[in-house]
């Protein structure tokens, strides 16, 4: 994900110079879809962590924000459920991970019918799970971690709109095993995910047309 970055940043960039400016509007959306571990969260048995052996799973969120023309601020809410493989974690073993997010959205060249977007911001996750014979319980710190995503709104009925996004989200989160690590000496492990979301948003114009 190294070549990711600068991807977005020259996208951002397009968007500034090649966008004009659109009304002012408040948006509220519900979506839901896959979330997809990645690296050293994914890894089975390779990983000289805890935190791995995640398979893909189910989640939901929440997405607001506010559009100021091409450019806006957006907050999100993040649940996700990740199974994980038998042969690490006990037949109910799962990971859990919930949190925030918040972050810059900018507008992207379109058409009346859809409108392209990226967007990139700090997010807020906390893990926990379930592994291993005895069922431990595993729980992390809510460390910042980031988020890129592009996706795309699909306008429907005028103030509603169809918006399926793809994001990446990188995070290093600090856990905790009772009995075995304690909060002074807890180590770090990569929780690296993608998602592929579908959701519905409601917009209520502040200055004109979004």
Same mark, same amino acid.
């Given at each position: ?7 977005? $940043? ?19 959306? $519900? ?30 969120? *929440? ?33 859990? /991970?919930?949190? /925030?997010?918040?972050? $810059? ?12 977007? *990226? ?32 996706? $795309? ?15 990446? *989200? ?41």
């Amino acid at each position: 994900m190294k070549m990711a970055k600068p991807i977005v $940043l020259t996208l951002l960039a397009a968007a500034l110079v090649s966008v004009p400016a659109r009304g002012q509007g408040f948006y509220l959306g $519900l979506r839901g879809g896959a979330g997809i571990p990645t690296g050293d969260f994914s890894n089975t048995g390779s990983s000289a962590t805890a935190v791995d052996a995640a398979k893909s799973g189910f989640g939901y969120g *929440v997405d607001a924000g506010l559009s100021l023309g091409f450019i806006g601020v957006y907050a999100g809410f993040d649940h996700i459920k990740f199974d994980c493989e038998s042969n690490t974690c006990d037949s109910d073993g799962k990971y859990s /991970l919930q949190g /925030l997010a918040a972050g $810059l959205r900018l507008s992207l060249p379109g058409s009346s019918l859809v409108h392209p977007w *990226v967007k990139g911001g700090v997010t807020f996750n906390e893990l926990k799970g379930e592994f291993g014979t005895s069922s431990q319980g595993l729980s992390t710190d809510r460390n910042p971690g980031y988020e890129i995503a592009a996706g $795309l709104d699909i306008p429907l009925l005028r103030i509603f709109s169809l918006y399926p996004q793809a994001r990446y *989200v990188g995070q290093n989160l600090k856990y905790d095993i009772p009995g075995v690590t304690n909060n002074a000496t807890s180590p770090e492990a990569k929780a690296n995910y993608m998602t592929f979301d579908l959701g519905l948003s409601f917009h209520n114009p502040v200055g004109g047309k979004k």
